[in-house]
């Protein structure tokens, strides 16, 4: 009974719960990202480049013989997923990029102000009479 006691305590901490809600909408994203990269922003660039669809871009590596299909390199896909990549990490950057400097700027608003010409003066007349 312990041991299930202790996963409980362990599944419910905040971290643990934070990370299952990120994974999550991590996942969401990505799909959002691919579909866009897939169906909004791929067909323009494949009718600059004649009307080729990425996904069809392949390199035919052995031909199809009877019942057996080609085999092929699909390096358009592997593209596609590339643009993927960088779209879904520059978004991710753009987010941690915004939270650290609202972080920051709440930092600063945080800090103390810093002490009036009359306090550094009182401050500076208070340490000569502790001298005397």
Not at 73 to 98: E, P
Not at 117 to 128: F, N, S
Request: aromatic share 8%.
């Amino acid at each position: 009974m312990g041991l299930l006691k202790e996963f409980r305590n362990f599944a419910m901490k905040g971290n643990v719960v934070d990370l299952a809600v990120a994974v999550i909408i991590g996942g969401a994203f990505g799909k959002i990202i691919s579909s866009f990269v897939a169906d909004v922003l791929m067909p323009p660039i494949g009718v600059l480049l004649g009307g080729a669809s990425f996904a069809d871009l392949a390199i035919v590596l052995k031909e199809a013989v009877g019942d057996q299909p080609a085999v092929l390199m699909k390096y358009g896909v592997f593209l596609q997923t590339i643009i993927d990549f960088i779209i879904i990490a520059f978004s991710i950057f753009m987010v941690i990029r915004t939270m650290n400097n609202m972080k920051k700027k709440e930092e600063e608003a945080k800090a103390p102000p810093a002490p009036s010409k009359e306090e550094v003066l009182l401050t500076e007349i208070r340490d000569i009479l502790k001298d005397k």
